[in-house]
């Protein structure tokens, strides 16, 4: 469990991806790849696979509260299954990070894919932490398909309880934490800024940025990004906010959890 400042780094799960990662990231050269060996060389795994870790936030509140960024891959049922390394097991590092669910204050998802909204609720439809708002961009459930299982997953359950706060644009969830829109990977993605007073800032990614040829080279598209040059400006404009203001990147995939720009 790694830890910088209010920002507490939670392994959901680990594993291989589907796709080798010269597929994933066809437009990557011989020197971006060499980059990506020295910035992340346990995301190379044999064969030209791609190994990657599932990364949840938890950013600590006053009073003993939190605020949880993505939801990790979920439980054996859960909508990730069919790729994703389940289950996860955010609720064991949840709770050795003494963290309860009913103390968390808001979820942020940075968007609606699989692996980022795994624990979102139960099987049975509960949301699994009881207390909390969760909070996503408007342009994200707006270009979900309802034949998606994510949609009863995670925006059925979430809307019939009034837990669901679709936001529009940059917003404001509190002192020092800020979402930003970085569409492209999805529509509606969004990533956070944790500023720090007298501490190093933070930008949690999402998938922004999902490896480390990307941190290498920005101009790199990741194959399943749907709208790849607003992917490339949004990483781009990202990073630069990131190096100016000397903030560490918390990414979703990469294989620390904490990585400079």
């Known amino acids: 469990m790694e830890r910088h400042g209010n920002v507490l780094?939670?392994?959901?799960?680990?594993g291989t991806f589907f796709k080798r990662e010269r597929l994933a990231f066809p437009g990557a050269?011989?020197?971006?790849?060499?980059?990506a060996a020295s910035?992340?060389?346990?995301?190379?795994?044999?064969?030209?696979?791609?190994?990657?870790?599932?990364?949840?936030?938890?950013?600590?509140?006053p009073g003993g509260r939190w605020v949880l960024v993505d939801a990790g891959v979920g439980p054996a049922e859960g909508p990730g299954a069919p790729w994703c390394p389940v289950p996860g097991r955010l609720p064991e590092?949840?709770?050795?990070?003494?963290?309860?669910?009913?103390d968390v204050e808001s979820v942020v998802l940075t968007h609606l894919h699989e692996d980022h909204v795994g624990w979102s609720t139960t099987a049975a439809g509960d949301p699994m932490f009881p207390r909390a708002r969760y909070v996503v961009q408007h342009a994200e459930t707006a270009a979900l398909d309802r034949s998606d299982?994510?949609?009863?997953?995670?925006?059925?359950?979430?809307?019939?309880?009034?837990?669901?706060?679709?936001?529009?644009?940059?917003?404001?969830?509190?002192?020092?934490?800020t979402l930003l829109p970085t569409p492209g990977h999805t529509p509606g993605h969004q990533s956070v800024l944790v500023e720090?007073?007298?501490?190093?800032d933070v930008v949690v990614t999402g998938d922004a940025l999902v490896h480390a040829v990307q941190l290498g080279n920005?101009?790199?598209?990741?194959?399943?990004?749907?709208d790849p040059v607003t992917a490339r400006a949004s990483r781009e404009a990202l990073l630069e906010r990131a190096a100016a203001h000397r903030a560490l990147l918390a990414p979703a995939h990469l294989t620390p959890a904490f990585v400079a720009p």
């Open 9 to 14: 780094a939670l392994l959901d799960a680990a």
């Open 29 to 35: 050269g011989e020197r971006d790849w060499e980059r």
């Open 39 to 61: 910035l992340d060389p346990g995301a190379r795994g044999p064969d030209g696979t791609w190994r990657l870790n599932f990364w949840c936030f938890a950013i600590e509140r």
């Open 93 to 102: 590092a949840l709770a050795e990070a003494g963290i309860a669910p009913g």
């Open 149 to 177: 299982p994510v949609w009863k997953w995670v925006v059925e359950p979430l809307r019939a309880t009034g837990q669901l706060d679709e936001v529009r644009g940059e917003h404001r969830l509190g002192r020092g934490l």
């Open 196 to 200: 720090q007073p007298g501490g190093r």
């Open 218 to 226: 920005p101009a790199v598209a990741y194959a399943h990004e749907r």
